[in-house]
């Protein structure tokens, strides 16, 4: 057993798939069944399940799933300190964004810091607030931003940025020529919002409880699962939505959207620098951590 055999069953249970997980670690489906018998002969137990067209993780899989992560971890870690002390900040680190930061924050920054770090290679890894969480708690990532506080004993965050949200119509709305709105206005009309777990909808929640209202008193027209999917919602009428400036840069510039604000309901939100509390930061990590810092708030 080594740490290439590791890294295969990870990408099998992650990929819930041997065909999928042959295409990202670039070994064929026989190569990778032999690579879990292996691991299966050294523990002694079944480690994966063929549910179907699924291959799904045992209660025995699911335990080396976890600590796997951890020794991978560790093992990047380990060459990217090595590298550091040999003068060079390289190595590989994983950065989750939950939707806003993942599409918009990060890929504008990581040019600029791959400038300064040449050897550094990043990935970004998107979803919501809530997987984006779990992740950082499984070690399948080093750090991500997100938009919205978590209460986990074992997840530190600090405040990065501040976002601006604002409610989103169409430019043929009967409301398109106005600066503002009142909430009992808005919760007249078919309003659409994200699915649990999105930092966005619990922003929206916290700002409309900070006024005594609930969403659950609007007319939810539709729940939707990206920002992306929320912007066509709105561009087809599906409703109208808050969403951060930043997603609909490019459709207010064009005016096929308008901002507007809503009397009384402060919008604006917090983007999260999140990490593992029981995590040490790699330097490669320390060095992204950084340069973040020195981009949002001017800290070094």
């Not at 799904?56 to 080396?64: D, E, K, R």
């Not at 998107?126 to 779990?134: A, L, V």
Request: positive net charge; proline residues 3%; hydrophobic residues 40%.
């Amino acid at each position: 057993m080594d740490l290439w055999h590791l890294k295969v069953f990870q990408k099998v249970i992650e990929e819930k798939g041997f065909s999928k997980a042959s295409r990202i670690v670039n070994l064929t489906q026989p190569t990778i069944s032999n690579h879990i018998k292996e691991l299966e002969n050294y523990y002694g137990c079944r480690l994966v399940d063929r549910l179907g067209k699924q291959t799904l993780a045992t209660q025995a899989g699911l335990l080396l799933y976890e600590y796997a992560g951890k020794i991978l971890a560790l093992f990047e870690e380990t060459d990217t300190a090595m590298a550091e002390f040999l003068g060079n900040v390289k190595g590989r680190l994983s950065v989750g964004g939950s939707t806003i930061p993942g599409n918009y924050l990060l890929p504008r920054k990581i040019g600029q810091f791959i400038q300064r770090y040449p050897d550094a290679k990043i990935s970004i890894v998107i979803g919501d607030t809530d997987q984006m969480i779990h992740n950082i708690l499984d070690y399948r990532l080093d750090l991500a931003i997100v938009g919205a506080q978590s209460d986990h004993s074992q997840i530190l965050q600090e405040k990065l940025t501040q976002d601006e949200m604002a409610l989103i119509v169409p430019k043929n709305h009967q409301w398109a020529d106005k600066s503002r709105i009142t909430v009992d206005m808005l919760s007249r009309v078919p309003f659409i919002i994200r699915e649990p777990g999105s930092g966005t909808l619990t922003s929206i929640e916290k700002s409309f409880a900070k006024t005594g209202r609930d969403l659950s008193a609007f007319k939810i027209s539709a729940q939707l699962g990206s920002t992306a999917a929320v912007i066509e919602g709105i561009k087809n009428n599906v409703g109208v939505s808050i969403l951060s400036t930043l997603a609909v840069e490019a459709e207010l510039a064009a005016g096929s959207l308008k901002a507007l604000a809503v009397k009384g309901v402060n919008l604006k939100r917090n983007f999260y620098l999140t990490r593992h509390k029981g995590r040490d930061l790699s330097p490669l990590c320390r060095a992204f951590t950084e340069f973040l810092q020195e981009q949002f708030n001017g800290k070094a």
